[in-house]
């Protein structure tokens, strides 16, 4: 089946310091993907679209100069988060919709932590 | 304005004993919707599409468009349902598309 990869999956970075995490479609081509945001204990919040080949949608409320997205080819889409600071502290995934499937796909998520 | 409201945070049932989780929409267009499911240390995985009316792991879900709600159900509960639910709304826009969730309900099925 499809099937989205995220790497890497726990990250411990200083604050200041910028991260950066990787989603790849392994099987298809995806010329859109999705960045999301995960609180402890709450819902995924949609932080922007990633599109390959132009800029990516930030919803509102998103820093985009602090949310870096790079969809440079069909399989992957990076996310950095610049100048990281603890309350940048989340669970990110990443998610796409493969080709002729019905729902999204979704990545097994990254936990980024900064100390 | 909240797309997808899931009323119930949390919601604890007895193995075999039936259970509902409520999710209601707003949306103005035709709405698509779903049920996403993330067991423990797993990632998020499709339950179970509006539109394809199918049963999954024994659960079902239908779209009652006049009470804007698309409830999950399944008649006898085990333990390995277990897990956070998520409802989503899936909102198109020409060639654009938008999953909002909903904030999810954790279902504790107790032996």
């Known amino acids: 089946g499809a099937v989205v990869s995220q790497h890497p999956s726990r990250v411990i970075c200083k604050s200041g310091t910028s991260v950066k995490i990787e989603c790849r479609s392994l099987d298809f081509q995806a010329t859109t993907m999705f960045w999301y945001r995960q609180f402890p204990k709450q819902s995924l919040m949609l932080m922007a679209t990633?599109?390959?080949?132009?800029?990516?949608?930030?919803e509102q409320g998103v820093e985009k100069d602090k949310f870096l997205i790079n969809h440079a080819s069909l399989t992957l889409s990076t996310l950095t988060v610049t100048s990281a600071h603890p309350e940048d502290s989340s669970f990110y995934i990443c998610?796409?919709?493969?080709?002729?499937?019905?729902?999204?796909?979704f990545g097994s998520g990254t936990r980024l932590t900064v100390v | 304005a909240q797309r997808v409201t899931q009323p119930e945070k949390l919601l604890s049932v007895f193995k075999g004993a039936p259970v509902e989780l409520k999710c209601n929409y707003s949306y103005s267009g035709s709405p698509e919707l779903f049920w996403y499911v993330q067991y423990s240390r797993q990632r998020l995985q499709l339950l179970l599409r509006?539109?394809s009316r199918e049963s999954i792991k024994g659960f079902t879900a239908d779209l009652n468009k006049g009470e804007t709600s698309f409830h999950l159900k399944k008649p006898f509960a085990q333990e390995e349902d277990s897990a956070m639910y998520y409802c989503?709304?899936?909102?198109?826009?020409?060639?654009?598309?938008?999953?909002?969730f909903g904030k999810g309900t954790l279902l504790t099925v107790n032996p």
């Open positions: 509006h539109i």
């Open positions: 989503a709304l899936l909102e198109r826009g020409g060639s654009n598309y938008k999953l909002t």
């Open positions: 998610s796409a919709i493969p080709p002729g499937y019905y729902g999204y796909t």
């Open positions: 990633s599109n390959e080949g132009s800029k990516a949608t930030y």
